[in-house]
């Protein structure tokens, strides 16, 4: 079956611009969470959502950082005025119990 | 802000030995969790253990919880080449049951 997909997979953004980063949940999921993994880290927890309410936005790193999921389903992370530090790869997981599965992520680069 | 922290860093083996890596974190946990990733990809979760259990297995993967010792240890028996990935141990508790908190990461080298 589909799994969590994730758009696009690969995106440079001049420092400054604006990005809009996409996930698809499996269907049904009703917890979506966001993670953001430095090169040659583990990820780190940026947000969660249980349906369409945001229940932990505590990782989001600054205020440039909005996360939302209007429908309960997929999910949109913006980062405004973007900086170099904001260049990582950008997983979503979805999940119905404990396991979570997680999309390919977004590969974020700021120049 | 990661509370897990994996040992060793990087390993290297050759096909058909087995694997250890550890992972040590800070805090109470409900549960722990592994994690791997191929290079460019998600995560592929593993394997969990409860904290009141101390070893469990599926197929060649054996995990073990210390929580006196805050530690886990994953153990991948009979390598193959298909199994050089990083590895990310994650644990949830106090910091809250959804954020799940992951480990620096093993990277491990399956050589043929």
């Known amino acids: 079956g589909a799994g969590v997909s994730q758009s696009p997979r690969y995106k440079v953004a001049k420092r400054g611009q604006d990005v809009a980063l996409r996930c698809d949940p499996i269907?049904?999921?009703?917890?979506l969470f966001w993670y953001q993994q430095a090169l040659g880290q583990g990820p780190e927890f940026l947000t969660y959502?249980?349906?369409?309410?945001?229940?932990?936005k505590s990782g989001l790193p600054s205020d440039r950082f909005f996360a939302e999921r209007p429908e309960g389903s997929v999910s949109t992370l913006k980062i405004q005025r973007t900086q170099q530090e904001d260049s990582a790869v950008y997983l979503c997981?979805?999940?119905?119990?404990?396991?979570?599965?997680f999309g390919p992520g977004t590969r974020l680069l700021v120049l | 802000s990661q509370q897990g922290e994996e040992d060793p860093q990087a390993l290297s083996i050759q096909e058909g030995e087995n694997a250890t890596m550890n992972c040590s974190y800070k805090?109470?946990?409900?549960?722990l969790q592994w994690y791997r990733q191929n290079s460019g990809r998600g995560l592929v979760h593993l394997i969990l253990i409860r904290s009141n259990e101390r070893e469990k297995h599926s197929g060649r993967l054996r995990v073990t919880l210390d929580t006196s010792k805050k530690s886990s240890s994953l153990l991948i028996t009979a390598s193959r080449a298909a199994d050089t990935a990083s590895y990310f141990c994650a644990t949830d508790g106090s910091q809250g049951a959804q954020k799940l908190v992951f480990g620096q990461g093993t990277r491990l080298t399956i050589n043929p």
């Open positions: 959502f249980q349906n369409e309410a945001q229940l932990d």
């Open positions: 805090t109470s946990i409900n549960n």
């Open positions: 997981a979805s999940s119905l119990g404990r396991d979570r599965n």
């Open positions: 269907s049904g999921h009703v917890s």
